[in-house]
Every structure is written in structure tokens, then in C-alpha cells.
């Protein structure tokens, strides 16, 4: 019952209009709230110089996204135009090398951007976790992974990690926690597929080839080890038809993505507002909430670019990476709240998640949701499961069942929403918006904005039916021939 069920046709006409006002409305708030806190005191060092040929500002309080698109813009194309160059040359004149090439084209990378002694100590991690695999214990091999993990998060050990960078530069921090981080990750994965395949016998020159692949190493996706290693040994890869035309119309949609990101933040400064918390208090409900909403959206969308560049060199090198991060906005249900598929798969891989029979058709049952199983989204399913509200649904008809489930996804989706506010923002501006959205504005700013949400709720309800009539349409007619 639910998302296999049609909705008339003028109901969801109704919403579509209902959204896109609300939207529209918001939209009006934060630009204006964006043209009058332009010149605070408080917005000089995140707001700088932009478009100044028509006067307008620009939002640069993401240091990562400004440093990639400004001074180490060039570093990236270089890098990752010479790794294409390199394994296209290589699959041309001697495609059983190819592997060797990914990894020592990215050990070089990596040791001319963070220094040698960084590439000695990730060594010294991949040798460290390839000796524990040789134990065939795969929960010593996650124990020791765990620790690894850690030790970049606890003193001395972090401390002492850290000095292994030579120079200073913006993203040295960024860079060292994310290649280490991946690379303990990957090692991770290495270690328990070699005990769950004593058998294959890797050996650490394949752990190498894995780890130091250069589009993955430093921010992901991570991609299983067992899938890398099958996909990279392909001596005569041969590409699937119209996958070409595939890879192109990636990497449009990521050079779109970028310059949109690049127009929105001249208009809204939807990263700088939340540092100033006099001045968000002063914002209208429905500017706050699209406040709210428009953080995590950007937050997606900057995965979304960076996971689109990286797998479109991935794809070119005739591998299937993992698929980009879930929409946000298709967030709304505790069983697809995983964000990162990379980690949610690298997770689903090794974690085994029991499920009663009785449970195996439910349509959210979470069977697969191990990475971001946060308490404030878990109530939601909780609640559908009780007897007396189960019993109830099954006197409803499909389509009012897809309401009430709606109306649970929208209450659900502005929990993920307060979730991760506190991580992409801060503690205190959480606390302002539910402050302002759930108690102080209750009953009319709450309901307005659940009601706005479950019209949003139910339009991709729908956009996730008509995929899945197409998909099934498309395996019938497989099936036929």
C-alpha cells in the first residue's frame, strides 16, 4: 500500500501549486533578507565582491567550495586530466597495466600535493591492515580499523599524524583527514573481503592498487573493494551502448550544477545568515524555514558535484562507481535516509541487518538504512509499526493510506532536517529555528509548514511511482523478448 497507488489527477495539481508557491514565497524572504544584511557589520568576512559589474555580492562562507573553484581550481583539472590521459594511454598499449598505473599515477599525486612522508604514513596504515588480514579474523579486522579511525581524532596521536604533512596550504586539513580517513576505510574493506575469501589470496599489491586510485582518494565514493577488484582486472573492459553519451551528459549536468551554485549564492547568502543569530531572529517564519531547508539542499548538491566529477573520470576508466548521493528531498522515509550510497553500501556490506519474515514486504522496513540511524527519525517508523495503527491502515483505502503516510514522511523529514542542522550549521541556530517553527509558532507556522512539506511529500511519492511503472514496464518487456 502507499507508493504503487495513484493519486487524482487535480489533488496533485493542488500541491504542485501549494509547493511552488510556498517555495516562491520563501524564496522572496531570503532575497531580501540577503540584499538587507549585505552590508552588516557581521557579513564582512563572508560576503565579498562579486558580480560588480551589476552590484552584487557573493556568499563565500563555504571555504571548500570557494577554494575549489578559485585557487586549487587548476590544481584538480590538472591532476585529473592527467590521470584520463595517462589510463587512456595505458588501456590503449598495454590494458593489463592499467591497474598498476591508477595506483602509482595516485601515490604521486598524492605525495606531490600532501608530501612523502603523508604517503609513508597512509603506507603504513595499508600495511598495517593488510598484515591484521592475514589473521583471517574479521573482527580483529574491524577492531583494528575502528582504532585507526580514532587515532585521528584523539591526542597525541592526531598531533603526531598530522606533522607528517610538509607545508601549509587552506584545504591541508581537509585533505589530511579525508585521504586518511578513505584510506582506512578502503583498507577496512580490503581487509574483510580477504577473511571472507580466504581462498582469492589478495595481496598488498592489490591493496595498493585500490587505495591510491586517485579520483576516489581523497573525498570518496567509497567503493567496495570486492567490485573495485573485479571491475579493475578487466583486461578488454568493454563499454555498455550509449555509456559515452552517458559519461558526457554527466559531466554537463556537474559544469550546470557549479555554475548555478555559483548564480544562487549572488542572490542568497543562505551560508552566511545562520552566523548571525540577531539577524536570523528577525527573519519571517517562512524565510527561516526556507532558510533551514536551503542548508541542507546545498549541502547535497555540493556532494552531488563533487561525487559527479569524480565519477565521471571513474566511469571513463570503464568502472561503475557508486551513484550519487540520495536527494535531499527524497529524504522522507526512516528506510532511505542513508545520504553517502558509498558508505551505506561499504556499511550494508559486512553489517548484517536481521529482519523477521512478517517483515520482509513491509514498504519501509529499514533493511538497509545503517548509516544514519538518528533517534530524532527512528520514532516515525516506530510509531507505523504499532498494532493498533497498523491495524487501522488496513481498513484504509491505498490512496488514503498514502496520505496518512505521507503526513508521517513530512513529520519525519523536518526531524532529518533538525538532525543535521546542528552539524551543518551550529547548535545555537538548531535551537533558534525549532524554537521559532515548532514551539513559538504553533499551531499555524507548524501546521503551514507540514502542510507545505506533505504537498512536497507526496509529489515525489509520485515521481517514485512513475519510475517504478517504468522500470517494470521496461523488465516486461525484457522479459518478452
Same mark, same amino acid.
Given at each position: 500500500?502507499?507508493?504503487?497507488?495513484?493519486?487524482?489527477?487535480?489533488?496533485?495539481?493542488?500541491?504542485?501549486?501549494?509547493?511552488?508557491?510556498?517555495?516562491?514565497?520563501?524564496?522572496?524572504? $531570503?532575497?531580501?533578507?540577503?540584499?538587507?544584511?549585505?552590508?552588516?557589520?557581521?557579513?564582512?568576512?563572508?560576503?565579498?565582491?562579486?558580480?560588480?559589474?551589476?552590484?552584487?555580492?557573493?556568499?563565500?562562507?563555504?571555504?571548500?567550495?570557494?577554494?575549489?573553484?578559485?585557487?586549487?581550481?587548476?590544481?584538480?583539472?590538472?591532476?585529473?586530466?592527467?590521470?584520463?590521459?595517462?589510463?587512456?594511454?595505458?588501456?590503449?598499449?598495454?590494458?593489463?597495466?592499467?591497474?598498476?598505473?591508477?595506483?602509482?599515477?595516485?601515490?604521486?599525486?598524492?605525495?606531490?600535493?600532501?608530501?612523502?612522508?603523508?604517503?609513508?604514513? $597512509?603506507?603504513?596504515?595499508c600495511v598495517g591492515l593488510y598484515v591484521v588480514s592475514l589473521l583471517g579474523q574479521p573482527w580483529l579486522c574491524l577492531g583494528v580499523g575502528l582504532a585507526s579511525l580514532a587515532s585521528f581524532k584523539l591526542e597525541p596521536l592526531i598531533s603526531w599524524q598530522s606533522g607528517f604533512v610538509t607545508g601549509t596550504f587552506d584545504l591541508q586539513e581537509v585533505l589530511f583527514h579525508g585521504g586518511c580517513g578513505f584510506t582506512v576505510l578502503r583498507c577496512t574493506s580490503f581487509a574483510l573481503e580477504s577473511c571472507a575469501h580466504p581462498d582469492h589470496r589478495y595481496s598488498l599489491a592489490d591493496l595498493l592498487k585500490y587505495n591510491f586510485y586517485l579520483p576516489f582518494f581523497f573525498f570518496g565514493p567509497i567503493m567496495t573493494f570486492d567490485r573495485f577488484h573485479a571491475q579493475v582486472s578487466q583486461v578488454e573492459p568493454v563499454r555498455p551502448e550509449g555509456e559515452l553519451w552517458r559519461i558526457r551528459a554527466q559531466a554537463g549536468l556537474s559544469v550546470v550544477a557549479i555554475l548555478a551554485v555559483d548564480?544562487?549564492?549572488?542572490?542568497?547568502?543562505?551560508?552566511?545568515?545562520?552566523?548571525?543569530?540577531?539577524?536570523?531572529?528577525?527573519?519571517?517564519?517562512?524565510?527561516?524555514?526556507?532558510?533551514?531547508?536551503?542548508?541542507?539542499?546545498?549541502?547535497?548538491?555540493?556532494?552531488?558535484v563533487l561525487f559527479g566529477v569524480v565519477n565521471t573520470v571513474a566511469r571513463l576508466d570503464h568502472l561503475?562507481?557508486?551513484?550519487?548521493?540520495?536527494?535531499?528531498?527524497?529524504?522522507?522515509?526512516?528506510?532511505?535516509?542513508?545520504?553517502?550510497?558509498?558508505?551505506?553500501?561499504?556499511?550494508?556490506?559486512?553489517?548484517?541487518?536481521?529482519?523477521?519474515?512478517?517483515?520482509?514486504?513491509?514498504?519501509?522496513?529499514?533493511?538497509?538504512?545503517?548509516?544514519?540511524?538518528?533517534?530524532?527519525?527512528?520514532?516515525?517508523?516506530?510509531?507505523?509499526?504499532?498494532?493498533?495503527?497498523?491495524?487501522?491502515?488496513?481498513?484504509?483505502?491505498?490512496?488514503?493510506?498514502?496520505?496518512?503516510?505521507?503526513?508521517?514522511?513530512a513529520m519525519n523529514f523536518w526531524a532529518i532536517i533538525m538532525y543535521n542542522l546542528v552539524s551543518l550549521n551550529s547548535p545555537e541556530f538548531s535551537e533558534l529555528v525549532a524554537q521559532r517553527l515548532l514551539l513559538s509558532g504553533f499551531p499555524q507556522t507548524t501546521l503551514a509548514i507540514l502542510f507545505v512539506t506533505y504537498c512536497g511529500v507526496q509529489l515525489v511519492k509520485e515521481r517514485e511511482r512513475t519510475l517504478a511503472l517504468e522500470e517494470e514496464q521496461k523488465q516486461d518487456k525484457e522479459k518478452l523478448e
Open positions: 500500500m502507499g507508493i504503487k497507488t495513484a493519486l487524482p489527477a487535480a489533488e496533485l495539481g493542488l500541491y504542485s501549486l501549494v509547493l511552488s508557491g510556498a517555495l516562491a514565497y520563501a524564496g522572496r524572504g $531570503l532575497l531580501e533578507a540577503s540584499q538587507d544584511g549585505a552590508h552588516r557589520k557581521a557579513f564582512r568576512e563572508s560576503v565579498r565582491p562579486g558580480w560588480e559589474y551589476i552590484g552584487r555580492k557573493m556568499d563565500v562562507a563555504d571555504f571548500e567550495w570557494v577554494m575549489w573553484f578559485t585557487s586549487f581550481r587548476n590544481v584538480i583539472i590538472f591532476a585529473l586530466s592527467g590521470h584520463v590521459l595517462f589510463a587512456k594511454l595505458c588501456t590503449m598499449v598495454a590494458p593489463q597495466l592499467r591497474s598498476w598505473m591508477y595506483a602509482v599515477y595516485g601515490a604521486l599525486a598524492v605525495a606531490g600535493t600532501m608530501g612523502p612522508w603523508y604517503l609513508l604514513l $597512509l603506507l603504513g596504515h548564480v544562487f549564492f549572488h542572490f542568497f547568502y543562505i551560508l552566511t545568515i545562520p552566523s548571525d543569530l540577531k539577524f536570523v531572529n528577525r527573519l519571517p517564519d517562512s524565510a527561516l524555514a526556507g532558510l533551514a531547508y536551503s542548508n541542507l539542499v546545498y549541502d547535497w548538491v555540493k556532494a552531488a561503475d562507481p557508486p551513484q550519487p548521493p540520495k536527494c535531499i528531498t527524497a529524504l522522507y522515509v526512516f528506510a532511505e535516509t542513508h545520504f553517502d550510497r558509498g558508505i551505506n553500501d561499504w556499511l550494508c556490506n559486512w553489517i548484517e541487518v536481521e529482519q523477521p519474515p512478517e517483515a520482509q514486504d513491509v514498504e519501509y522496513a529499514p533493511d538497509d538504512s545503517v548509516e544514519e540511524a538518528a533517534p530524532l527519525c527512528l520514532w516515525v517508523q516506530k510509531l507505523a509499526e504499532l498494532e493498533p495503527l497498523a491495524q487501522i491502515e488496513t481498513s484504509l483505502s491505498e490512496q488514503m493510506s498514502r496520505r496518512v503516510r505521507a503526513v508521517f514522511g
